[in-house]
């Protein structure tokens, strides 16, 4: 974990703890034992602090994140204390991740020496905190109080290119890392040089007080409803305006405060569940994936299109099948449209399209999938037309290849069955744009192979996705639970509030978009089109909704100009229109419904609700492994906001006691659907026990 050897005189302290030199417990033990034994050793001259593998350190270990070994002594703040008063010069010799309480370290030390590789940051902000163990305090007196701040508030990398002409480095390593920091120990002890001390340095600034109020105000207009990102300016003003040790004082005090803060708690909760989503049940981690060098896209409409940029973004050649030259010539030129208004944005180089561009192989034939690894399939939601594209790709794939269905509501174990090898077949539902979303749906199947499920969530981290492993049902995790709460949203709306009142109420709950907007920018078409045919098959069941009025008038939403709202030609602004109250007033009155008034409070209570009781349906059923899971679906499929963590982790917070009490008070007013809003098993259960959500560990497959 911690290696010592003396080399000329030096001590070297190698980190060696993979895969980033993270700095729990143990490690934290050893370096502070490593610091004695080097002072106490009338061998050693200085002391060398080197990372290995993928770098110096990456901070603190998220394994002991909210558990008492993060507390436990030695504390980062410990550890850096005796680096900074260790008796002979310690130095940083910094390559590769260099980050949080790794740069931490870094800072105490009395010299660094870096690698061109080095890749320093600050990201605490990033999980609605700020660096606690002096990273405040030390960093501005190296760099400047303004490069600082840049880095504190954002949370960004920078190399030590863009920190050339500040104190931070005393040397630039040339070659091998080691021994440009035992040559650059060797030169301070033969010139017997006296170790300086970051906390030494002196700290002026003109005009200190205007320049944090204007920092202040530049962070308070984008920090939303984040408190860490002033709390930062905060604490980098106090390095200018206090002595270090009353500046280190202020910068516990905020980080406690901020650690308090529900915003950093659902940061932190996201951040772990992205980790936890990609271990698979009953899946060992170590599991070989197969390997994938050549995808083959099948249907180049507006899915096939955008899975294709999200292969090709990533390097992977792509092989693009649909059925006529025109649905080809019109789905490429999609994908070039799409990459030339990145070119125009500057957010790709022309060489980068046409590196992309050139990865991709049209074809109207099966015959060149025969070399695919991965085929998806993006074609029309039809099941006949899926059984004759699975035929086809059962006869022409080669053994071991993987095929995919982008399906949404399909039956996958169904779509399985078309082939002789279901274990090959998986659902990679992507979300649209999937050139943009980074969430991605793995559906597994009942007989999906377990190195086919490894693979997928392998790939998808290459190509920069998100992945989640949801079971197979109608809608998956996301669609089953937005259904839940968009029947919410239309009960409201029967009751006597009206779009644009719902929408405002979620959206200042903090949705990026509330429900009725979200339906326009989807197209109403397609739900009437499904409330069409379910009508068909159960005639005695009443499917109506305010939805099919307005389709029936030709308001398709925001493509035709119309649907819950009007809209501009051009604009993408929902504008309240008079004609859809009165379609709304009328329905009421077919159902015979006495519109009564319907406050904020109820909107987001019922909505938010909806989404809670099915997401529980979800993780008891076993869809999803853990409610982390579909808290990191809604977030990223359906712009729930992060800083409340996901629908469950918000649940948590209210109290699932809380929360029960309220569905069952909604399920007994009257008109209420009582099954609908009956609290699901699993929330009952976990309420009943004085649990939470995130306690409860999934059902393991
Ligand atoms: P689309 O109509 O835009 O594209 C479908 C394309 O498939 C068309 O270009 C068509 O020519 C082609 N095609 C049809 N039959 C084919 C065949 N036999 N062989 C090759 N090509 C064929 O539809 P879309 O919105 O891209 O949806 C595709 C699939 O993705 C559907 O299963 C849909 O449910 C799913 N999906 C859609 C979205 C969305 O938001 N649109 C999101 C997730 C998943």
Redesign the pocket.
């Known amino acids: 974990m911690l290696g010592f050897e003396v080399k000329q005189g030096v001590a070297v302290l190698r980190l060696d703890s993979p895969p980033v030199n993270s700095l729990g417990l143990e490690i934290r033990r050893l370096i502070v034992e490593a610091i004695a034994r080097a002072e106490s050793d009338p061998q050693v001259g200085a002391v060398i602090l080197i990372g290995s593998g993928k770098g110096f350190s990456g901070g603190a270990d998220i394994r002991e994140f909210g558990t008492p070994k993060s507390y436990a002594e030695p504390h980062l703040l410990t550890v850096v204390r005796a680096i900074e008063e260790c008796l002979k010069p310690v130095i940083a010799a910094i390559d590769g991740v260099c980050m949080g309480g790794g740069l931490e370290l870094a800072l105490a030390c009395q010299y660094r020496v870096a690698a061109p590789g080095a890749r320093l940051a600050l990201p605490e902000v990033k999980l609605g905190l700020l660096p606690g163990a002096g990273g405040t305090q030390r960093l501005p007196r190296l760099v400047g109080v303004e490069t600082a701040l840049n880095m504190i508030v954002t949370g960004a990398t920078v190399g030590p290119d863009q920190l050339r002409g500040t104190q931070l480095f005393d040397a630039l390593a040339q070659g091998d890392l080691l021994n440009s920091a035992l040559e650059f120990a060797r030169g301070i002890l033969a010139e017997r040089r006296i170790a300086k001390r970051v906390r030494d340095l002196s700290i002026r600034m003109q005009n200190a007080e205007a320049y944090f109020q204007f920092a202040r105000n530049m962070v308070k207009a984008v920090a939303g409803p984040y408190p860490a990102p002033l709390a930062c300016v905060d604490a980098v003003a106090a390095s200018v305006q206090l002595p270090f040790d009353a500046g280190m004082k202020r910068e516990r005090e905020l980080f406690v405060g901020l650690m308090a803060t529900p915003e950093s708690a659902a940061l932190r909760h996201i951040f772990q569940a992205e980790r936890a989503a990609s271990h698979i049940n009953g899946v060992p981690d170590s599991l070989a994936t197969r390997p994938i060098a050549r995808v083959g896209v099948?249907?180049?409409?507006?899915?096939?299109g955008g899975i294709t940029m999200s292969f090709i973004n990533g390097g992977l050649p792509v092989t693009l099948?649909?059925?006529?030259q025109e649905?080809l010539d019109?789905?490429l030129a999609n994908i070039r449209r799409n990459y030339q208004g990145a070119l125009r944005k500057g957010s790709l180089t022309q060489a980068g399209l046409d590196q992309r561009l050139a990865l991709i192989t049209p074809t109207l034939l099966y015959e060149p999938l025969r070399e695919a690894d991965l085929i998806i399939e993006?074609?029309?939601?039809n099941m006949e037309?899926k059984k004759?594209?699975f035929e086809q790709l059962d006869e022409i794939a080669k053994p071991g290849a993987i095929l995919a269905?982008?399906?949404?509501?399909?039956n996958l174990d169904a779509i399985a069955r078309f082939t002789k090898r279901p274990a090959d077949v998986i659902g990679l539902?992507?979300?649209?744009p999937a050139n943009v979303m980074r969430l991605l749906e793995v559906v597994r199947g009942a007989a999906t192979a377990s190195d086919v499920l490894a693979t997928a969530m392998s790939l998808a981290k290459k190509i920069g996705k998100l992945a989640v492993v949801s079971g197979v049902c109608d809608g998956f995790i996301g669609n089953r639970m937005v259904a839940r709460y968009g029947m919410a949203a239309h009960d409201l709306l029967l009751a006597g509030a009206l779009p644009q009142q719902i929408d405002a109420a979620l959206q200042n709950f903090g949705l990026a978009m509330g429900p009725f907007r979200m339906a326009d920018l989807?197209g109403l078409d397609i739900g009437w089109a499904v409330r069409k045919r379910r009508a068909a098959e159960f005639p005695n069941e009443d499917f109506s909704n305010v939805a099919d009025v307005l389709c029936e008038a030709g308001r398709f939403g925001q493509k035709t100009g119309a649907g819950f709202y009007r809209y501009e030609a051009g604009a993408r602004d929902a504008i309240p229109d008079p004609d859809v109250s009165a379609i709304i007033v009328r329905f009421r009155e077919k159902r015979g419904i006495t519109p009564r008034t319907v406050s904020d409070a109820e909107i987001v209570e019922r909505c938010i609700y909806a989404l809670i009781n099915e997401g529980a349906r979800i993780v008891d059923e076993g869809i999803a492994q853990r409610s982390s899971d579909v808290d990191l679906v809604y977030l990223n499929g359906y712009g729930f906001p992060p800083y409340r963590g996901g629908p469950l982790f918000y649940a948590d917070s209210v109290g699932l006691i809380a929360v029960a009490h309220g569905l069952r008070r909604i399920a007994s007013t009257p008109g209420a659907d009582a099954a609908f809003w009956t609290p699901a098993p699993l929330l009952l259960r976990l309420a009943q026990e004085g649990k939470t959500f995130s306690e409860f560990k999934g059902h393991p497959k």
């Open positions: 099948i249907g180049a409409g507006t899915m096939g099948l649909e059925t006529t649905a019109r789905g993006a074609v029309f939601e037309v004759k594209v269905s982008n399906t949404s509501a399909l539902h992507f979300f649209s989807a």
